[in-house]
């Protein structure tokens, strides 16, 4: 069973604009991760935000977390084409990471 | 840094045959994951082992599905026999201290 829900499942946009993906899960968390991984590639961690953050930023990457929604989005500015890729959150409710089913973001040149 | 080596990189078998897959996780990295991986959804966990001990694999289909990590180190992840709804993608992983973890390129099962 998969405890987070990417949305949107698909994302399409052009080079230059921002990508936003929102993550939903169900139990309270000590962390959410953000994972990307290229087709017939591995996961690739992104970020980690503890249940105590609401907020945090890694270059282009702008996460949020909301715990009392249960909510959390990951935001990619100034989209390149190689951003091209599945974006995963996953949730760490002790010792072990559940996966979404990802959003399949493409950008194009 | 070498990263998380796994090998095959794609395997096709017919049903009901044995198959075997290697990991070879990072130096140092005491904690080692199983997953699958079906097309279009995340990875789910199959097996966490800490060192040589299987500390969970409530998700590991035990009547087929045995894996094994005995000097705590590199690992096999074994399937027999196997079943077409076996195709997937089997994802290892390791970790240093439980936050990130690192993921190899996963081997791609076809079952025909």
């Known amino acids: 069973s998969q405890q987070g829900e990417e949305d949107p499942q698909a994302l399409s946009i052009q080079e230059g604009e921002n990508a936003t993906m929102n993550c939903s899960y169900k139990t309270s968390i000590n962390n959410l991760q953000w994972y990307r991984q290229n087709s017939g590639r591995g996961l690739v961690h992104l970020i980690l935000i503890r249940s105590n953050e609401r907020e945090k930023h890694s270059g282009r990457l702008r996460v949020t977390l909301d715990t009392s929604k249960k909510s959390s989005s990951l935001l990619i500015t100034a989209s390149r084409a190689a951003d091209t890729a599945s974006y995963f959150c996953a949730t760490d409710a002790g010792n072990m990471l559940t996966f979404g089913g990802g959003t399949r973001l493409m950008v194009k040149p | 840094e070498a990263g998380v080596v796994q090998s095959p990189r794609y395997k096709i078998i017919e049903k009901k045959q044995p198959v075997a897959f290697w990991c070879n996780p990072i130096?140092?990295?005491?904690?080692l994951y199983w997953y699958l991986q079906n097309l279009g959804q995340g990875p789910e966990l199959l097996i966490r082992?800490?060192?040589?001990?299987?500390?969970?694999d409530s998700q590991l289909p035990k009547d087929r599905f045995s894996a094994e990590r005995l000097k705590g180190v590199d690992s096999t992840l074994k399937i027999q026999p196997a079943e077409l709804g076996d195709s997937a993608v089997y994802l290892c992983?390791?970790?240093?201290?439980?936050?990130?973890?690192?993921f190899g390129p996963g081997t791609r099962l076809t079952v025909t």
């Open positions: 992983a390791s970790s240093l201290n439980k936050d990130e973890q690192y």
């Open positions: 082992y800490e060192n040589e001990e299987a500390v969970d």
């Open positions: 130096s140092g990295h005491n904690t």
